[in-house]
């Protein structure tokens, strides 16, 4: 891979975790309201395995969907608006921090159901082969949703069909306030693939760069076989399961412990090894960040609230 | 014009707009080798084959969700529940996906999708499999919901539904299908959201929907042997509802009965009752009656079944109430 792309995926990282720093600032000065669940240490899952994929293949994934927007590229500042709940947001703000959809993107949205939206991801792919085209989606939800029936029955579908789709499990180790272990029958879930006749694989979702090879290994056999694949993709999330969340039913200790994984200090680590990115450039990029960031705040915060005209428009087309 | 079957009608529905839009498909269980549990897709695989007639294994929710997932890329899926029964294992489909997605996107995306199939109570088939679930159905924004009684009518709102922009539900009467009607020949639509007057009449308003059409219209020829003159409204999309044509007629007759399949406790006709206090109570000259379901889980013997369901009885015993006549 070139050092530009290399230094992109380390860009879209940081975005994604400075944005969701911001959220929780917001969200703690009640900007924003509802459930607000953060991406952070997730961040290499999104980014390596959108990296992976053409701007015309398609991205759907659950209500922890802020980093999948911004790294399908929907602008920082009306994500923030959406969760403000202002009239500029990608949503109108009619969707909120669980609902950012982009259909300029091609991404799928933002589902709050565990799993309701894994069939969705298969109806997508349904659709490529019906048309004869040659795009993948990219489907990502939680380790909850693996013992939800429409997971099954979507891996069931997907086989039986060949469809263009990657499922990418997002496991990190607890649903909610629940530890898989305490879940899941057979807890080694990229092996329920086998069920399905598809291939399925361990993923190590705090390196990018791995995340990165073995989804584009996948979405080759998508597009070019018309082959599923289910990757259970092992990550951490830093934060609680929402913003209300102070994640009692978890140490301190395995937290920092987690925490020494951190896919954005790791792969830094490594850039800054290879001779790829200098200090300085990283505390410019840094710079550079932190000003769309701030600047996504002012934008949201300038934005209107949406008119109450809006209230019966969208329900029907 | 020609005399077909309810059954044949929704067939050339389906068969047309097929042709007509290479985006439709019909998936769901049995839909294509079997050619249908109740044979409404008969011959669709044969003429469009294995890419546009898809048979799914037993799985609702999932089936629901590749209908929704294929109509926000821009197909126009019908999908077929075996029966509406089955609905209840897709609802979260239904529901918080079909219904609302254009919504939670502020407009980004439509989903252009039937959901079809039988409803309503059948003969002797208990409880799990004789049910009417529409008022569930028209509770949610962002669904339509459609019910015709007739061949002509299922045939030209299959149409206009397969065309519509929106998630409709579309439920067949399961006890339908071999009934017979006129149906035009030729090319047709009946528009969605435009009510239907079955039968002209002066003396009172009967308000029904899908089978208990055919029930209203056979206890009105009984009430015309006794002078009483009945007009029959027939809604034929229950969401978006016809209010208008609804508060002509009951503004002429001022006197209401409302008669459905489903459980009288929530049921639609309460909806459509309360619609009409709040419209048009001053034109009202008697409390409205509803006929409807008792409010227990459909039995299987015979004689409790037709005790649970609306009978033309009832219906006429409601129109004397209206009428005060004891």
Known sequence: MDSEKLIEMYRQMLLIRRFEEKAAEMYMMGKIGGFCHLYI????????????????????????????????????????????????????????????????????????????????????????????????????????????????????????????????CENNFYGMGTAVTRAMAGPEMYLKAKAYDIPGELVDGMNVLEVWEKVGKAVERARHEKIPTFLEVRTYRFRGHSMSDPALYRTKEEVNEQR?????????????????????????????????VDEAVEFAEKSPEPPEEWLYEDVYA | MPVITYREALNQALREEMRRDERVFLMGEEVGLYQGAYKVSQGLLEEFGEKRVIDTPITEEAFTGVGVGAAMVGLRPVIEMMTFNFSIVAMDQIVNSAAKIRYMSGGQFKIPMVIRGPGGAAHSLAAQHSQSLEAWFCYVPGLKVVMPGVPKDAKGLLKSAIRDDNPVIFIEGELLYGTKGEVPEGEYTIPLGKADIKRKGSDVTII?????????????????????????????????????????????????????????????????????????????????????????????????????????????????KVLYFD
């Open chain 2, 208 to 320: 029904a929907y899908s089978k208990m059409v055919l029930l209203a219209m056979e206890a009105a020829e009984e009430l015309a042997k006794e002078g009483i003159e009945v007009e029959i409204v027939d809604p034929l999309t229950l969401k978006p509802l016809d209010e208008t044509t609804i508060l002509n007629s009951v503004r002429k007759t001022n006197r209401v009965v409302i008669v459905e399949e489903g459980w009288e406790f929530g049921g639609f006709g309460a909806q459509i009752a309360e619609i009409i206090y709040r419209k048009a109570f001053d034109y009202i000259d008697a409390p409205i009656e509803r006929v409807a379901a008792r409010n227990v889980p459909m039995p299987y013997a015979k004689n409790l079944e037709m005790a649970t369901i609306p009978n033309k009885a009832r219906v006429i015993e409601a129109v004397k």
């Open chain 1, 260 to 292: 020494k994984r951190d896919p954005i200090v790791t792969f830094k680590q490594k850039l800054i090894a290879e001779g790829i990115l200098s200090e300085e450039k990283f505390e410019e990029m840094e710079k550079e960040i932190k000003a769309i």
């Open chain 1, 41 to 168: 240490g997730q961040e290499a899952v999104a980014v390596g395995a959108i990296a992976a994929i053409r701007k015309d293949d398609y991205v759907i994934a659950s209500y922890r969907e802020h980093g999948h927007a911004l790294a399908v590229g929907t602008e920082p500042r009306r994500i923030m608006a959406e969760l403000f709940g202002k009239a500029t947001g990608i949503s109108r703000g009619k969707g909120g921090s669980m609902h950012i959809f982009d259909a300029e993107r091609n991404f799928l949205g933002g589902h709050a159901i565990v799993g309701g939206h894994i069939p969705l991801a298969t109806g997508v792919g349904f659709a490529i082969n019906y048309e004869g085209k040659d795009q993948v989606v990219l489907c990502f939800f939680g380790d909850g949703a693996v013992n939800t029936g429409v997971f099954h029955e979507s891996l069931n579908l997907a086989s039986l069909w060949k469809l263009p789709v990657i499922y990418i």
